[in-house]
């Protein structure tokens, strides 16, 4: 049920780098996946998503020991205060209580206060009955768990919510649900993208085309801009633009302001590639989008490998950078894009070992690409670059 992400260490790391806003090489490792003494979990961790400047860092994990009092036997999701050292569990109710299912894929807010996150559990809030896993937020605040995944009056959803993705105050929670009751006129059997608002209670569908129809294909992921305002999404719809014939999963972006929706997984020209695009990630202002696509969107791609790039919605170059520091492509596939707040910094992961001199390791790694330099850097090592 929960995205490829690597392990806990490279994602934390190259998250990290992104968080700090500076230069890829510029970094100190720390393990983050510990309880609030320091101690290492004793299960798997990953899928991290870090505060603005770097301090609160959410994750999944199947430890036990994070926390005292975890005997649900189930992934959960925890909150580490890389300051205080302090280590939380979030994927609990309203009172503390621990969740009766499993529970992951976490999104934290800017400041850290409030985290997305997807949960099988059926007792995080009261009267959950619909037997799918659910979308909700944690408010480390006030301690309040709310359900996100619901009509505008709340009412629960008729199958599953997951892939949240929360803005930067937390105002706005982006969403895929295969329900069809969160709107009217969900008629088309898709799992499709939505926004709660929080504040308001309203839900809208944003899989949509640029006069509010419905899509005919399959909604995949949700990427929110740090305002709310756009929407990044992967879905197999052919009707969401006039001309797309290209038969593939592509990346598009919603405009919830002005209603227009625009494919955002295409060349510099504008034309959508034969292959699939998908984990998509929008920059906080929504001008850049940087997903990975199978497709060959830029002169010279010739690895027959999936790439990740960047396109620029406000001039429309679109920017392989998935490549090493003089510009050359990938020997192998590059995959799961994590764009910086400012666009500058993209992290992704890669098969590849010739994105940097000396990887001779055999294994996936974590670089980050700086877009103004060109340098890329791997980021899956430890504090003394190793």
């Known amino acids: 049920m929960w995205p490829r992400s690597g392990g ?13 806003g500076h230069p890829a090489r510029a970094f100190n490792l720390e393990r983050v996946s510990v309880d609030s003494a320091g101690a290492q979990g004793n299960s798997d961790s990953d899928t991290a998503s870090i505060s603005a400047d770097g301090r609160y860092v959410a994750f999944n994990s199947g430890a036990s020991n994070l926390v005292a009092g975890d005997t649900n036997g189930s992934l959960d999701v925890f909150v580490h205060d890389r300051v205080t050292g302090t280590t939380e569990r979030v ?27 997807t949960s099988n559990a059926s007792n995080l809030v009261a009267g959950d009955t619909n037997g799918f896993a659910d979308a909700f937020v944690h408010d480390r605040v006030t301690g309040a768990t709310e359900r996100v995944s619901v009509d505008s009056i709340g009412a629960q959803g008729n ?17 895929v649900s295969d329900a069809s009751n969160l709107v009217a006129g969900d008629t088309n059997g898709f799992a499709d993208a939505f926004v709660h608002d929080r504040m308001t209670g309203a839900t809208e569908r944003v899989s949509v ?3 509010g129809a419905q899509s005919n294909g399959r909604t995949y992921t ?27 999963v592509a990346v598009f972006v919603h405009d919830r302001m002005t209603g227009a929706t625009e494919l955002g997984s295409v060349d510099s020209t504008g034309a959508a590639g034969s292959g699939t695009a998908y984990a998509a990630s929008i920059s ?42 003089t510009g050359v492509q990938g020997n192998g596939v590059s995959y799961a894009a994590s764009i910086s ?35 890329t850097t791997s980021v899956s090592v430890n504090s003394t670059g190793a």
């Open 159 to 175: 199958s599953g919510g997951y892939a949240a993705s929360i803005s930067a105050d937390g105002h706005y929670v982006a969403l």
């Open 284 to 325: 906080a202002d929504g001008r850049y989008v940087a997903f990975a696509s199978d497709a060959r969107l830029v002169a010279g791609d010739t690895n027959a490998n999936g790439d990740v790039f960047v396109h620029d919605r406000m001039t429309g170059a679109t920017e392989l950078v998935s490549v090493d520091g």
């Open 209 to 211: 085309d640029s006069t």
């Open 91 to 117: 994927s609990v109710d309203s009172t503390g209580a621990q969740g009766n299912s499993s529970s992951g894929s976490p999104s934290i807010s800017a400041d850290g206060r409030y985290v997305a996150f």
């Open 8 to 20: 806990a260490v490279k994602l934390v790391l190259c998250l990290l780098v992104l968080a700090a």
């Open 222 to 248: 949700a990427s929110i801009s740090a305002d709310g305002r756009y929407v990044a999404f992967g879905s197999g719809a052919s009707n969401l633009v006039t001309g797309d014939t290209h038969g593939y």
């Open 341 to 375: 707040a400012d666009g500058r910094y993209v992290a992704f992961g890669s098969e590849a070992s010739n994105l940097v001199a000396g990887d001779t390791n055999s294994s996936e790694e974590v670089f980050v690409h700086d877009r103004m330099t060109g340098a």
